[in-house]
């Protein structure tokens, strides 16, 4: 593989086509990755460099930055994601009081909720059974004295995303509730324009739009190829859209 090639060939299980590398914006006048890259970070369409160094300076000079992460400007913290993954697929239960919810062991010893509706701050916590899901996310260790939450950016936090029984059926819900906000009779783009505005508080750009509909419309036709009935089809197609706008870099970090 040459690093300086702006197109790399992808074998994921089989031969592929090629592939153009992205870049946000703007990107340098040479087809290097690299150097495009290092020209895009310090560009003033990307602020979040200049954000990023101001708050490292000012821990510097102050010992504690003007955002606690130095790093970047935060993982939402596991009980705020939880509960906007929960908001945004419509299920939240924003009562408030009552019992705490219990959680419900798995053979395998994982620690699930069985009601996925109620905000964390109610889940019963007890130091032998934290909740799986929340323990991936920097859920704080009870066993100790935790006066400061530690954080992190694992691979294993972008696969529970991806494969946690959680995200996936609240995927499903988010699906189903821009159907009905949007109506029976509403296109594909206002459809993808409402889950963004939900999801990620803001219209999709053009180019978003159109990658959408276009994933949207290719998954929907490997679905019917595979014998699956157009409706449902339709259905799963925007389901994977909607679980994908959950697992996105924006909805996990707080700019």
Request: hydrophobic letters at 40%; glycine letters at 6%.
């Amino acid at each position: 593989m040459n690093p300086t090639s702006a197109d790399w060939q992808l074998h994921l299980r089989r031969p592929g086509g090629r592939v153009t590398a992205f870049l946000p914006n703007a990107v340098g006048e040479t087809a290097g990755l690299w150097l495009a890259f290092a020209e895009w970070l310090p560009s003033p369409d990307h602020p979040l460099t200049a954000r990023v160094i101001v708050n490292r300076v000012w821990q510097h000079h102050f010992g504690r930055g003007i955002v606690a992460t130095p790093d970047n400007f935060g993982a939402t913290e596991a009980e705020s994601l939880r509960d906007a993954v929960i908001a945004v697929s419509g299920q939240l239960d924003d009562k408030r009081g009552g019992p705490p919810v219990m959680l419900e062991p798995l053979p395998d010893g994982q620690q699930t909720i069985p009601n996925q509706q109620r905000r964390s701050v109610y889940l019963l916590a007890r130091r032998s059974n934290p909740a799986t899901f929340m323990r991936v996310f920097d859920y704080p260790v009870i066993d100790v004295n935790c006066t400061r939450r530690s954080t992190s950016a694992t691979p294993l936090q972008s696969l529970t995303m991806i494969n946690s029984e959680f995200v996936t059926a609240s995927a499903a819900h988010f699906s189903q509730w821009v159907q009905t906000e949007a109506g029976p009779k509403a296109k594909l783009p206002q459809k993808i324009t409402i889950a963004y505005w939900t999801a990620l508080s803001r219209a999709p750009s053009a180019a978003e739009l159109e990658l959408a509909q276009d994933h949207i419309q290719h998954l929907s036709t490997l679905y019917e190829q595979s014998g699956t009935k157009a409706d449902d089809a339709r259905q799963h197609s925007f389901e994977n859209f909607a679980h994908m706008l959950l697992c996105s870099n924006e909805f996990l970090y707080v700019d």
